[in-house]
């Protein structure tokens, strides 16, 4: 059956144009049915893994509720073809995509606010997981469902063979990434390795993306808050400038970070670790499965980021639940959410060794090392728990990390540029994203 979804004035039909503009509650008027089947997209590979673990969790709330969910697994263009469904105002009832992709849905009036008070297994929610769904204005629209935080993976072996010790600060970190580029820990007799492995392109803002966890951890920012919901630029602060000094180093001055790593998303730079061509990755837990199979689970260990000069904060992230505007089962949309959040549905996420939607758990009853007692989910949990921070809740982050990373991919990628030069111009930039979405400081 076509059910018809009707979306807020505010609404754009492209993903390119985003804007502060909140539209109303869309689609409030849309006939109820309780027994209407759920359509659910979720941003992952058709047919991989992911999919796999969403099929389980929809199967089990089923079995639990007696509601029908339709998954569809989308990867490539997933926000452009949610977009063409929004224009044909057909809008799926339930996506789970990344927690950074609020903003611009809110601000298109794509999302229903959600109640918490029909959702009553947010009691039991991790705060700050649940924060992270809440817009500029304080209302909920996004639900947590996973979490996840960066740690530093390392060839175990190649440590070992040059004798050195897990870094604790960034000159050990440095000394490492150096260490693993000029002393061939592979032993073949080649300067074929080297100490970073790095995805800096600008696609999807990888660069800044990548480059927060260095940002954070030495007290720089993108942007700042200053009281009011209001943000003022400050990549032209001494500690931002600092942070982009060091790191740019590490690329042009001692050259430890993998060739070719300014056109990298996380794909190929994934293929660098596993392949022995470089030799430390900041990265969440998701892609363990993958390395302990193509690496091997011996040849590379998970440990805490190295304490930056001001503290080893690292990013957080996750996915979110948003309940689609114009659904004609918004009780079957709060059900869903309900069970994804209870103790039974993350549960139910953790299960298997690759095909799992819960990285780690947002539900504060559920012990990760009594579910996976592997302790690297234990040392991903910690991060996550004493060090993680979620990108700022604004009305649409994404211009701010696609401005910035093409501000850092640039710095990588010719190292004769003025570095307080090109990030007064960031600034500048980020003034007039901040001033378009209405959050700008005085």
């Known amino acids: 059956m076509q059910r018809s979804r009707w979306v807020g004035a505010g609404f754009l039909a492209s993903a390119l144009v985003l804007t502060s503009c909140t539209s109303g509650p869309a689609g409030v008027d849309a006939k109820q049915d309780s027994k209407a089947p759920l359509e659910l997209w979720v941003r992952t590979t058709p047919g991989g893994p992911g999919e796999q673990g969403t099929l389980r969790v ?23 073809k949610l977009q063409q469904r929004a224009a044909q105002k057909n809008l799926p009832d339930i996506v789970m995509n990344d927690v950074t992709q ?35 204005d304080g209302k909920q629209f996004g639900l947590p469902y996973s979490a996840q935080a960066s740690a530093l993976l390392i060839r175990k072996d190649w440590r070992e063979k040059l004798k050195l010790q897990v870094p604790q600060n960034w000159d050990d970190f440095a000394a490492m990434a150096e260490a693993f580029t000029t002393k061939d820990p592979d032993g073949d007799g080649k300067k074929n390795t080297f100490g970073l492995a790095a995805p800096l392109s600008t696609k999807r803002g990888y660069a800044s993306w990548y480059f927060s966890n260095f940002l954070w951890a030495a007290g720089g920012d993108f942007i700042t808050e ?9 990549m032209t602060t001494k500690q931002s400038v600092e942070a982009v000094q060091w790191f740019r180093s590490l690329g042009c001055k001692d050259k430890v970070i ?15 670790f596993e392949a022995g061509r470089t030799g430390m990755f900041v990265v969440g837990p998701y892609l363990m499965p993958r390395f302990d199979e193509t690496l091997g689970k011996d040849k590379y260990e998970v ?10 904060t690292v990013l957080a992230e996750g996915g979110s639940i948003y309940l689609m505007a114009g659904s004609e089962n918004r009780a079957g949309q709060d059900a869903f959410a309900d069970f994804a959040i209870s103790a039974e549905g993350q549960k139910t996420g953790m299960q298997g060794d690759t095909g799992f939607t819960v990285q780690l758990p947002v539900n504060k009853t559920v012990d990760i090392s009594k579910v996976r007692p592997d302790p690297r989910w234990a040392t991903y949990a910690e991060a996550y728990q004493n060090s993680g921070r979620y990108a700022p809740s604004i009305p649409n982050w994404t211009p701010v990390r696609q401005t910035t990373a093409e501000t850092i991919n640039a710095l990588m990628a010719d190292c004769g540029l003025d570095i307080e030069t090109k990030l007064g111009e960031l600034d500048n930039q980020l003034a007039g994203i901040l001033k378009e979405q209405g959050i700008a400081a005085p």
Do not use: C, W
């Not at 609020?102 to 705060?127: C, N, P, W």
């Not at 993998?258 to 660098?272: D, I, K, L, R, S």
């Not at 440990?303 to 080893?312: I, L, N, R, S």
């Open 58 to 80: 929809a199967a089990a709330f089923g079995k639990a509720t007696g509601y029908k969910v339709e998954v569809t697994a989308i990867f490539d263009d997933f926000e452009t």
């Open 226 to 234: 200053t009281g009011d919901g209001k943000y003022k630029p400050a």
């Open 303 to 312: 440990v805490p980021m190295p304490k930056g000069p001001k503290d080893a």
């Open 258 to 272: 993998q060739p070719g790593a300014v056109t990298m998303e996380t794909p190929p730079t994934n293929e660098t």
């Open 102 to 136: 609020l903003g611009a849905m809110h601000s298109q009036g794509l999302l229903r606010e959600i109640d918490l008070d029909k959702v009553k297994s947010t009691e039991q929610a991790v705060g700050q997981a649940l924060d992270s769904g809440k817009s500029v």
